[in-house]
């Protein structure tokens, strides 16, 4: 019987193993496919040996550049809103380090580090300012440190439900604990080597095929999440510059669940940024605010209207400037 049952074990061992093999052969060559079968618009550009992917469209000044937020689309993330920009000035989306066409980075993935990289992949791509930044969630946090590094490119902004220094503050001065998705990001990226998270995707589109590497490149981003708050919160005075901040009025059920949060709290949730939001359009002297109140946090996907008129009256701002 000993016999037997190691026998059994011994099988079982193998098949894991050729399990796990044939998994990373398959993720291995899925990789290698990635840009042939999922071509994304836009061109990667060289930089410290190696390419950042962004995707700029239409002509004129400014040039808005969008930031999105903790998601595996990176450029694609403003899909809704980057053409209608487009029509009207020079429009560029990118993907940061590791996302979506984007070769990952070996340094820390905080908010200095993404705004050099932003930064540097403006200048070689022969993207020039004024710039006005449209970020979302936690590309607020990267769009208010490169305005604070970078302020003599920075033009106009216009913030999306975006995070800012002290966000996770006020929620927890109002009891509000909102649990981040690190350790489900540490196991999905860790398990990324082995196709699984390939079979596991319920599409088959560019964001779904380079999940599995922009996953680890999310790891990174919320792992350096506190020292991205310390940076973003140096900046709290954008002067004149016209800024736009949109804040949205719903919190869906699904987020509630996950983060534990009973319907009172997530009212309370919603009202504590709603106070920040309008603390973040008071540091300019010509910031204004929107509640979009059939909107839950990405504004971008459900009301890309909102977004494109707020970028638009910035760019308008921007223009008036402008010596004739």
Known sequence: MKRWLGRIGLGLLALVALTLTCGATYEVLARR?????????????SLDGRALHIDCRGAGSPTVVFESGLSTAGALDWSLVHDAIARSTRACSYSRAGILASDPALDERDAKAVSEDLHTLLGLA????????????????????????????????????ALQGDSMQRMAAAGIDVPLPLRALQLASALGWTGLMRLLAESDDAEAAYAPTSLS????????????????????????????????????????AEAQLTAEQGQRFLAVKLASSQDVASWSTRGRIELVADAAHAIHWERPERVIDATLWVIDAVRADAPR
């Open 33 to 45: 496919q990635l840009a042939s079968r999922f071509p994304v618009p836009g061109s990667r550009v």
């Open 126 to 161: 022969g993207e020039r300012p004024p710039l006005v930044l449209v970020a979302h969630s936690l590309g607020g946090l990267y769009a208010l440190t490169y305005t604070a590094r970078f302020g003599e490119q920075v033009v106009g902004l216009v913030l999306v439900d």
């Open 217 to 256: 490149a999310m790891r990174r981003e919320l792992e350096a999440f506190e020292p991205s708050l310390a940076q973003a919160g140096a900046l709290r005075q954008l002067g004149n510059r016209p800024l736009y901040v949109l804040a949205s009025g719903k919190v869906e059920a699904e987020f509630l």
